[in-house]
């Protein structure tokens, strides 16, 4: 094995490896902010953090699959951020069946307690954005994580406003239109992610079947890794 090949490895190994340890980090956060804001969502009657809990939920999800694909194929983290995508349109369609059902008959939310709720999230999943921000480069699979993250900033902010204007009208309809716009973000970054996914599965799979088709031994020699098998299967 040439030694360009063997650096790339390591290389690889050793980015993999940060992510992962990134990726733990955010999965503990966001795991422990779902379950802290969905039972604060519930008990104050607030449809913006129930959204924002499951926003959380969602990404934990995303991460697990993010994580589980981290170490395989080029292919495999394509299908991976293809089911990320899937549950994100699953969460952003829950979210606006229960906006729907709280414009019917829910009651104005606590605006203090979701105030300091919004703003507990908005500091996690900031520490959370900056953890990822380095990596939303490297591949598809740690694009759409990123992207979550973004989303949640976004979605967080709005719940701050929501409270704030809340309080100021005593009316829960800023709790619902900000869970209804929490809900199409989702959907739009849901969108996003699958469409580059399909492509990426797409080019994946093409790019296998011409390694298989291909002669043994017709690599050129005289070129480090002009092979994909070179360096790409050490992955």
Avoid at 6 to 16: H, T
Avoid at 131 to 158: E, G, H, K, P, V
Avoid at 177 to 195: C, D, E, K, R
């Amino acid at each position: 094995m040439d030694s360009c090949c063997e650096n790339k490895a390591g290389e690889l190994a050793q980015l993999r490896g940060a992510q992962a340890k990134v990726l733990y980090w955010v999965l503990g956060i966001n795991g422990s902010m779902f379950v802290i804001e969905f039972v604060a969502g519930w008990l104050i009657g607030s449809t913006a953090l129930l959204a924002d809990s499951l926003d959380m939920f969602g990404d934990a999800t995303v991460y697990v699959l993010t994580l589980y694909a981290l170490h395989r194929s080029d292919r495999t983290r394509a299908g991976a951020a293809l089911v990320k995508s899937g549950f994100m349109f699953v969460f952003g369609l829950a979210v606006i069946a229960e906006a729907v059902h709280k414009s019917v008959v829910g009651s104005v939310p606590e605006a203090g307690a979701m105030g300091i709720m919004g703003v507990l999230a908005l500091a996690a999943n900031t520490v959370c954005f900056i953890m990822l921000l380095r990596y939303r480069s490297a591949d598809l699979n740690m694009r759409s994580t990123w992207l979550c993250s973004r989303n949640d900033l976004i979605a967080n902010t709005s719940v701050v406003l929501a409270a704030i204007a809340v309080g100021v009208t005593d009316s829960l309809w800023p709790d619902v239109i900000v869970g209804l716009a929490i809900a199409a973000l989702f959907l739009h970054s849901a969108w996003q992610v699958s469409s580059e996914a399909w492509v990426a599965w797409r080019a994946a799979g093409s790019s296998s079947q011409d390694m298989s088709d291909e002669p043994v031994g017709v690599a050129d020699s005289g070129t480090c890794c002009s092979s994909k098998s070179c360096c790409d299967n050490r992955r």
